[in-house]
Each structure stands twice: as structure tokens, then as C-alpha cells.
């Protein structure tokens, strides 16, 4: 079955510090994976596909296939990265799966 | 174009009466979604369009939802029957080859069945 697990509902740092959001994931073949972002009161949006292999706002992630992970990261994290993030999966066909998602709070 | 709009925002309804929500797309968008989200936890897929086709239903949608999109342009998600755990918020999407099929989202409709 299809799964994406994110293990943190909230993850809390200080300005500057590095951050880690984990996502993990269950399929069989080769998925395509995303992170989403929600800022408060905003729409759901894309932050970044693991095709892409790009750097948005200075977040990356890296699919590491032996593992199942899709973890998003980031070297210091900025008071403006506090929101909502969801990791997701689009494997065969058009259905997407997201995560539970994990809110990210930056103290400063 | 300021995106992709969905109407009503917020729907309050009593148990047992049917509800509508419509979603209107970015243009030239060709895939549609609705996913449902509840609260702490993710969007779950509910259904997808290409065009007016409908491609994929998720299995947990049951028979008291149906979703259309007649023309290919907006998109319609009926509820009959409405229950209490219908309560949620309703999210469209859509995308396009043009996008790399990056999905753009609505603002949502929060379903309240008392």
C-alpha cells in the first residue's frame, strides 16, 4: 500500500539552527515525491519535487530510495519558515498521498 | 487569473441535507483534484480529471459523493445524505502539462454538519 508517514506533528528550532523534517514512505515502484508548504492563512503550495533536484528557499531534500525517505532540510532555519509541511507521493496514476504533516515553529 | 477559487468557503448544514461545493480552476489547467482534509492530518485524495474525465475515485469516497466537471472547466463535489464525519475541509486543485502537473490549490470549503 501507498503510505507516507511523517513521525513529528511539530518540530521546534531556534533561528539559525539547521533543520531536518523527516518523511518517510511506502511504495513498490518508483514514486514521484514532493514537499508542500501552507503558510498561515495561505494555500497549500509546492515547495519542491525530488526531480527537480532544486533548492527553494534554501530548503533541499534528497530521496534516498534504500532508506524510503524524502526528508527536507535546511542549514539555518528563518523565523519565515515557520509553517505547516506535508510530504507527499504520486506513484501509478494520478493519485497524490500526503503525510499528516509537520509544523515547523521558528523561535527566534 | 488570480488562481484557483472555490465556492462556498464555509457551508453549514444539518445532518441529512445535501451539499455542493464548486471549484473553478486556473484556465488553462486540464487536471482537476479534490482531496478532503481533516483536522491533523493531510489531504487525502477524493478524485481526479483530465477534462472532463473522470480518471480515478478513491475507494473510500462513498456512493453519497459524486463529483463533475461537464465541460471540462469547473468542477462540481456533491454530498448527499450529509453525515457528521462528512465535517472537513474540501481542497481543489488543478495543474497542466504547462506546469510540470504542479498542483495549485484553492483556498478550500470547511464543511460544518451539525
Known amino acids: 500500500a501507498q503510505r507516507v508517514t511523517q513521525p513529528e506533528k511539530l518540530l521546534s528550532v531556534f533561528k539559525g539552527a539547521p533543520v531536518e523534517l523527516k518523511c518517510n514512505y511506502s511504495?513498490?515502484?518508483?514514486?514521484?515525491l514532493f514537499w508542500y508548504v501552507q503558510y498561515s492563512r495561505q494555500r497549500l503550495q509546492l515547495l519542491l519535487r525530488h526531480i527537480s533536484r532544486e533548492s527553494i528557499k534554501g530548503f533541499t531534500a534528497d530521496l534516498n530510495k534504500g532508506e524510503t525517505s524524502f526528508h527536507l532540510k535546511k542549514p539555518f532555519a528563518q523565523e519565515e519558515d515557520s509553517a505547516m509541511y506535508y510530504c507527499?507521493?504520486?506513484?501509478?496514476?494520478?493519485?497524490?498521498?500526503f503525510g499528516a504533516g509537520t509544523r515547523l515553529f521558528v523561535k527566534a | 487569473d488570480t488562481g484557483v477559487s472555490q465556492d462556498p468557503r464555509h457551508k453549514i448544514t444539518k445532518r441529512g441535507q445535501n451539499v455542493t461545493f464548486r471549484c473553478d480552476p486556473i484556465?488553462?489547467?486540464?487536471?482537476l483534484y479534490w482531496y478532503r482534509q481533516t483536522l491533523g492530518q493531510g489531504p487525502e485524495f477524493l478524485t481526479y480529471f483530465q477534462n472532463e474525465a473522470q480518471l480515478e475515485k478513491s475507494r473510500l469516497l462513498s456512493d453519497r459523493f459524486s463529483a463533475e466537471r461537464p465541460k471540462g472547466s469547473f468542477s462540481t463535489l456533491e454530498i448527499q445524505r450529509t453525515e457528521q464525519g462528512d465535517s472537513a475541509m474540501y481542497l481543489c486543485a488543478s495543474s497542466s502539462t504547462s506546469t510540470s502537473y504542479e498542483q495549485y490549490f484553492g483556498p478550500g470549503t470547511r464543511l460544518t454538519v451539525t
Open positions: 511504495y513498490s515502484g518508483s514514486p514521484e
Open positions: 507527499a507521493l504520486e506513484g501509478g496514476g494520478f493519485k497524490t498521498i
Open positions: 484556465s488553462e489547467h486540464n487536471r
